[in-house]
T-cell receptor, first 112, second 113 residues
Framework: SQLAEENSWALSVHEGESVTVNCSYKTSITALQWYRQKSGKGPAQLILIRSNEREKRNGRLRATLDTSSQSSSLSITATRCEDTAVYFC????????????FGKGTHLHVLP | EAAVTQSPRSKVAVTGGKVTLSCHQTNNHDYMYWYRQDTGHGLRLIHY???????EKGDIPDGYKASRPSQENFSLILELASLSQTAVYFC????????????FGHGTKLSVL
């Protein structure tokens, strides 16, 4: 089973709306990362939130981390068509500090 | 911005043939990774390395070998390519151990026929 997993396979919103992608994970972690992958490109990190942090912002992006429920969310406000991408959460490997394990991703479609 | 370059960008291979995917980074990063991406599976870790001349198995190493001849270069080798290895392969690097930012290449699309 996945160590980290987004809760939705796909989401659609209209431009200008807000959207939230959720992630749950199974082990204690040092940090949780959110990545975005646009079509034909490699993933690019959006936010890294450490286990002692509850919230992190990056422009229109806001990530939260709840270690008690082992969950995280990534919210995007004022969405744009160029936000269309696959969003991944990623965490530590369960027994190996060198590993970064990705969820299966959420496909976000922002419609005009 | 950190740079990770993969070659080739795409490749068609025959079943049973040998395939080598190359990755080069100019970031002075110690840590390098090979991931495989398939629809419905996200990114899965194949091999990784934290120092030259040493590689470690990831979560799905079977059928793959890795080589790290220098800090900058990390190769993924399929000695006997199989149909099931058709996928997009991503190389990544990071400058810190553990759960830190990964810088990815553009990927190599491999089709095994």
């Amino acid at each position: 089973s996945q160590l980290a997993e987004e809760n939705s396979w796909a989401l659609s919103v209209h431009e200008g709306e807000s959207v939230t992608v959720n992630c749950s994970y199974k082990t204690s972690i040092t940090a949780l990362q959110w990545y975005r992958q646009k079509s034909g490109k490699g993933p690019a990190q959006l936010i890294l939130i450490r286990s002692n942090e509850r919230e992190k912002r990056n422009g229109r992006l806001r990530a939260t981390l709840d270690t008690s429920s082992q969950s995280s969310s990534l919210s995007i406000t004022a969405t744009r068509c160029e936000d269309t991408a696959v969003y991944f959460c990623a965490t530590d490997g369960d027994t190996n500090a060198y590993k970064v394990i990705f969820g299966k991703g959420t496909h976000l479609h922002v419609l005009p | 911005e950190a740079a990770v370059t993969q070659s080739p960008r795409s490749k068609v291979a025959v079943t049973g043939g040998k395939v080598t995917l190359s990755c080069h980074q100019t970031n002075n990063h110690d840590y390098m990774y090979w991931y495989r991406q398939d629809t419905g599976h996200g990114l899965r870790l194949i091999h990784y390395s934290y120092v030259a001349d040493s590689t470690e198995k990831g979560d799905i190493p079977d059928g793959y070998k890795a080589s790290r001849p220098s800090q900058e270069n990390f190769s993924l080798i399929l000695e006997l390519a199989s149909l099931s290895q058709t996928a997009v392969y991503f190389c990544a690097s990071s400058d810190l151990a553990g759960n830190e930012r990964l810088f990815f290449g553009h990927g190599t699309k491999l089709s095994v026929l």
